[in-house]
């Protein structure tokens, strides 16, 4: 049978993410350090360890048939490669950032100024777009220092918490793009590989959809339960059974990690009791 091949990023920052991600969707790959490839045992599925610069001309080209890669790198390098699927890891933002005492006036603030990026093609078309002309100075990494060595005014970085900036007298002051880690694939595809993926990706979004919610049991009077339905709608509905206790019930539903917080409270002053909310270990919708 063939095996789908796919290139994950040899060492680095999305490195443990994307194996663990193969981990969750129960494809085994041998514990061996990581060479250039690895086969999986119980899946049909071969990984290539690349730097990441390599990875969208790699599947471009077809040497790879998908890869996991930053949206970023992929913008930056504008290869011909289709976007599968949002992986929800890596989440950053490309950024500009000035020395923190200079006033700040908007993006014609860079009319005519020197940026050092390591992303020349993004910074290149941002400005295009907006008609303001820029000095665009390509570095490789230590994008951060450039102000204060004198060599740029200002730079164009990865920007996660704002912590290196600060570090190094600087400030954001506008995003351009956010970048998630993607799966991404090549152009043409053989139907077998194309029901591979379909199997990974299926897998995938079931992880995906388990990490993103969780589970909650509750205890309610009945009479609160029609409202309780109406924040909780759960996959299709809440279950609803009844407690031993009379005129009570318990319902179970999953609610979105990120509005359960707010949940929460909307249960209480329902008069919800012995709130219970668990991980999801795998979800199939
Ligand atoms: P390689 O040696 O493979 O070329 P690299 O040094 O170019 O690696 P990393 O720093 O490992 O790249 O970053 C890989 C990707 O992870 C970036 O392209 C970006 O999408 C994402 N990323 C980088 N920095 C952060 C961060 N601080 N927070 C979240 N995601 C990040
Ligand atoms: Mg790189």
């Known amino acids: ?23 969750e969707c129960g494809i085994k790959l041998s514990n061996e350090d990581r060479k250039l490839r690895t086969v999986a045992s119980n899946f049909p599925l071969e990984i290539l360890y690349l730097r990441d610069d390599d990875i969208p001309q790699y599947v471009e080209q077809g040497v790879a048939d998908t890869g996991i890669v930053g949206f970023n790198e992929v913008q930056e390098q504008q290869k011909n490669v289709i976007l599968v699927e949002h ?18 006036t908007g993006i014609h603030y860079f009319e005519n100024k020197k ?10 078309r941002f400005f ?18 450039a102000p204060s060595i004198g060599l740029a005014n200002a730079i164009f970085d990865i920007v996660s918490t704002g912590s290196t900036l600060i570090m190094n007298g600087l400030k954001e002051v506008h995003t351009v793009m956010k970048s998630e880690a993607i799966l991404i694939k ?11 993926l379909e199997k990974l990706l299926f897998r995938i979004k079931a992880v995906r959809n388990a990490t993103e919610n969780k589970y909650i049991l509750l205890n309610a009077p009945n009479e609160a339960i029609p409202e309780i339905i109406n924040i909780l709608p759960g996959m299709k509905s809440p279950t609803i059974l009844p ?10 539903s999953v609610v979105k990690e990120d509005q359960f ?3 929460i409270d909307q249960l209480k002053d329902l008069g919800a009791q012995g709130i219970l909310v668990c991980s999801i270990e795998k979800m199939v919708i």
């Not at 992986?87 to 700040?104: D, H, M, T, V």
């Not at 090549?186 to 591979?196: A, D, H, R, S, V």
């Open 115 to 124: 940026i050092a990026t390591s992303y020349p093609n993004i910074l290149k």
């Open 1 to 23: 049978m063939d095996k789908l091949k796919l290139a994950v990023q040899k060492s680095g920052r999305l490195s443990e993410k994307s194996l663990q991600l193969l981990k």
């Open 128 to 145: 295009q777009e907006h008609h303001i002309p820029v000095e665009i100075e390509t570095i490789g990494g230590s994008v951060e220092i």
């Open 87 to 104: 992986l929800g890891f890596a989440n950053c933002r490309l950024s500009l950032a000035i020395p923190k005492e200079e006033l700040y």
């Open 261 to 263: 917080w707010d949940i």
């Open 186 to 196: 090549n152009e043409n595809f053989t139907q077998e590989k194309n029901l591979i």
């Open 243 to 252: 407690l031993a206790q009379e005129g009570w019930s318990s319902l179970h």
